[in-house]
């Protein structure tokens, strides 16, 4: 009878009740291609953008415009490329909660803090294929450190300025994405791209 189960079991996935999600050497060229230079521009511009805002209005203002205007961004920066993909940031500490990992981003969560952990080091970015409906994607993760920048708005909950704890309290009861320190890892940037542009 067991033996049965084992048996069907290994038949199932022979005959493909498992996809096959390998990423072919041709995809995954392209995908780091497209990957590298999409994260680079979001973080650049994202960067750009919040040294901007601080300046001239201080770090609630920042603060601000990084809720109201994070998600705007990203679609302007989206338009930029010819290629359909789609962005999000996502962290095992979410600020908001629309940022929530779903499961496989958990796992590529793991997959960083494991790599850190027993190589002190992980890598530059991570692939994954996966289907969803009836669409293949490849989603290229890029790790994201906490950089001094970072502190005022992420760092320890004791050090927030009043008036930012106030508004992020009020904004963001379960605020998760605070008491970082410096080179800390804090997240990803995950850009999906259709398997159907990469040809
Ligand atoms: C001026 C304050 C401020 C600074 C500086 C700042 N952040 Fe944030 N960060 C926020 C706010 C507010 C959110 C929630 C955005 C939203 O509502 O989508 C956020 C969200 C995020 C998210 C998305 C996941 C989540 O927690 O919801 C990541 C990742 C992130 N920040 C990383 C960084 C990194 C890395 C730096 C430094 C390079 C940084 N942040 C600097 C205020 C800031």
Known sequence: MNTKIILLFFLCLLIGCGENLTITPQEKKQ????????????LRVMMMKLMEEIQQ???????????????????????KFTKKITIKRTSQKNRNQKNT???????????????????????SHHLVKVRLDDQLFINYYKPL????????????????KPELKKMLKEKYPNDKAVNFKKGDFRGVLKISIPVAELK
């Open 101 to 123: 990992p779903n499961n496989e981003e958990k796992q590529a969560l793991k997959f960083f803090v494991e790599e850190i952990k027993t190589k002190k080091q992980a890598p």
């Open 31 to 42: 995908a780091q291609i497209i990957g590298q230079e999409s994260s680079t521009t979001v």
């Open 57 to 79: 209005g201080g770090t609630v203002k920042a603060a601000k415009f990084c809720s109201v205007h994070a998600q705007e961004l990203t679609s302007q920066i989206q338009e």
């Open 145 to 160: 450190y906490v950089a001094p920048l970072c502190i005022q708005c992420h760092g320890s909950e004791v050090n927030l």
